[in-house]
């Protein structure tokens, strides 16, 4: 995980052995390819659970339900959901998460 100086910008790179989920709506022929989409995004949310309902409401797909999970070692807990969007981008909805391996404060509340 890339995370930029102020903790708020993340890029996430895999390396090839990492056994993640292929993401995204796969194209049922060459018309239904998407341009212009991204596989997947994320933003920080206050509350997962509203943010999450509220996408479904506005015409997302639910594709995994507010959760914690535990990523890296030692782990960090991180409290997320995502949705595909009409446009079949997977988004995540993540809540604040601390970073900030040096500090004796929990990875998250």
Known sequence: MLISP???TCIEVFDPKAVIPAEGEPATSPEAVRHG???HFAFYVHDV???YERALAHGAKAYVEP???SLG????L???AL???PNGE???FLEEVNFDRSSSSPSST
Do not use: F, K, Q, T
């Open 67 to 69: 959760d914690w999970i």
């Open 90 to 92: 997977v988004i995540e």
């Open 73 to 76: 070692e030692p782990a960090l």
């Open 49 to 51: 659970e509203d943010i």
């Open 83 to 85: 949705v595909h969007s």
């Open 78 to 80: 991180v409290r997320n």
């Open 6 to 8: 102020d903790y708020r």
């Open 37 to 39: 989409a991204l596989l």
